[in-house]
């Protein structure tokens, strides 16, 4: 089976800068998606990655506060930009290979901004 | 919006008892409908999913879950847990474009 990869996996960050966390996937996927889990909460869609175009946000997310990349078929970043303590959360990337309808995880980033 | 919503928080069992947690969906159409599960330390997999066909659906490690489109419902069944079972369960509904809505998300925990 395909093996995601994100980092990191783990950091603590200041208050005011930017972290980019990375996906990889070492084969191609049709899709990728990058999620939040808050303290205690569910799995929150914040936006689709689409290679080669700006990605597709949902309500409540926007470019400026976490710019996505996607320059290719294997590959993501998300940066959480001017971070506050409320973007302390589990950030994750999902997969799709392929024409199945199954989202396959990465093992998350845990970021805590003092 | 779509929404799912799993009633049980918290879930606490002995080993070698029954176990159902409860999932229900907000969403008039057409779904697909998954279970996953996070075990200590572990990232997110998949457990089961239901597309169409047959609505009671067999998943791994002895997981099932049944589809009741009259209840929006989409429970989760094991007839015996293990400890090994100790883990946090999402349900999730797919309606589209393969945005996945996830529900609030159950701890199980089950003494040995």
């Known amino acids: 089976s395909a093996v995601i990869s994100q980092k990191p996996s783990r950091d603590i960050c200041q208050r005011g800068t930017s972290l980019t966390i990375q996906c990889q996937v070492d084969?191609?996927?049709?899709?990728m998606f990058w999620y939040r889990q808050q303290p205690g909460q569910s799995l929150t869609l914040i936006a689709t990655?689409?290679?080669?175009?700006?990605?597709?946000?949902e309500s409540g997310f926007v470019i400026d506060k976490f710019p996505i990349s996607r320059p290719n078929l294997t590959f993501s970043t998300l940066t959480v930009s001017n971070m506050s303590p409320e973007d302390s959360s589990i950030y994750l990337c999902s997969v799709v290979f392929g024409g199945e309808n199954i989202q396959y995880f990465g093992a998350g980033t845990r970021l805590s901004v003092l | 919006a779509q929404s799912v919503s799993q009633h049980n928080h918290h879930v606490i069992l002995s080993e070698a008892a029954s176990l159902e947690l409860g999932c229900n969906y907000s969403?008039?159409?057409?779904?697909?409908l998954f279970w996953y599960v996070q075990y200590p330390g572990q990232h997110l997999q998949l457990l089961l999913k239901y597309f169409s066909g047959d609505p009671l659906v067999k998943g791994i490690k002895g997981f099932e879950a049944e589809f009741i489109k009259s209840k929006f419902s989409f429970n989760l069944r094991k007839p015996s847990v293990q400890w090994s079972d100790t883990a946090e369960y999402f349900c999730?509904?797919?309606?589209?474009?393969?945005?996945?809505?996830f529900g609030t998300g159950t701890r199980l925990l089950v003494s040995p």
């Open positions: 969403y008039g159409g057409t779904v697909n």
């Open positions: 999730a509904v797919n309606a589209g474009f393969q945005k996945l809505v």
């Open positions: 990655a689409n290679q080669g175009s700006e990605a597709t946000y």
């Open positions: 084969s191609q996927v049709t899709m």
